[in-house]
């Protein structure tokens, strides 16, 4: 089985700063690309950035600028570095990665569980 795990979620006021961290494990072949998501109250699932085994990176328009994802390969974990936050900003995000686990051919999309991000004074 592979597991995603999320941590670093918490509360924020205005304008301050969270890194998220998600780890891969289980029995893992390769990962294709990993990626934040993130779901406010009432609103639909939306790509928060993603950046694939390469390094390639993108970023929704309304956090380019603020956020940066990053990842360490050897270490199957992506990163999420939140600076200047917003009211707006409030959700679960929740870590996606495309994974071929060990003995199959077929790449299948895994979810962590989820962490709460809430932005207030």
């Known amino acids: 089985q592979v597991q995603l795990v999320e941590s670093g979620g918490g509360l924020v006021q205005p304008g301050g700063s969270l890194r998220l961290s998600c780890v891969a494990s289980?029995?893992?072949?390769?990962?294709?690309?990993m990626g934040w998501y993130r779901q406010a109250s009432g609103k639909e699932r939306e790509l928060v950035a993603s950046?694939?085994?390469?390094?390639?990176?993108n970023y929704a328009d309304s956090v380019k600028g603020r956020f940066t994802i990053s990842s360490d390969n050897a270490k199957n974990t992506v990163y999420l570095s939140m600076n200047n936050l917003k009211p707006e900003d409030t959700a679960v995000y929740y870590c996606?990665?495309?994974?071929?686990?060990?003995?199959?051919?077929?790449?299948?999309?895994?979810w962590g569980q989820g962490t709460l991000v809430t932005v207030s004074s």
């Open positions: 996606k990665a495309d994974i071929q686990r060990i003995g199959t051919v077929v790449v299948f999309r895994f």
């Open positions: 289980g029995n893992i072949f390769s990962i294709n690309n």
């Open positions: 950046i694939t085994s390469g390094g390639r990176t």
